[in-house]
């Protein structure tokens, strides 16, 4: 069974930054492409960003555009969301998730990833 843990949410100040970890079990890491989503109660779920199995290619979401990046360390299985400059918008529940077996598309579609994590809270508070 596949298990993906987001670790490392919490409050921060406007213009903080803050990590976050997504740990993956019962199946290896390597071959997955990877991605984290965010949502708001009563918004839909928003992509964030992404990395390709390799680690060699990245797709961003509006929002993290310039201020956030994504790393992966296959030999841990974690993939990692290192986040800066954080505004109050940036408050959400952060997802990671899991997407074996396809190709570097359409990355920002929630639908075609395989697992989801259980999600972790990041609240910047001014």
């Known amino acids: 069974q596949v298990q993906l843990v987001e670790s490392g949410g919490g409050l921060v100040q406007t213009g903080g930054s803050l990590r976050l970890s997504c740990a993956v079990s019962g199946r290896t890491l390597s071959g997955a492409a990877m991605g984290w989503f965010r949502q708001v109660p009563g918004n839909e779920r928003e992509f964030v960003i992404a990395?390709?199995?390799?680690?060699?290619?990245?797709s961003y979401g509006r929002s993290a555009t310039g201020r956030f990046t994504i790393s992966r360390d296959n030999a841990k299985n974690t993939v990692y969301l290192q986040m800066n400059d954080l505004k109050s918008e940036d408050t959400a529940v952060y997802y990671c998730a899991a997407r074996y077996g396809s190709n570097w598309s359409s990355m920002s579609r929630a639908e075609l990833y395989n697992y989801w994590g259980q999600g972790a809270q990041v609240t910047v508070s001014s």
């Open positions: 990395i390709s199995g390799g680690g060699s290619s990245t």
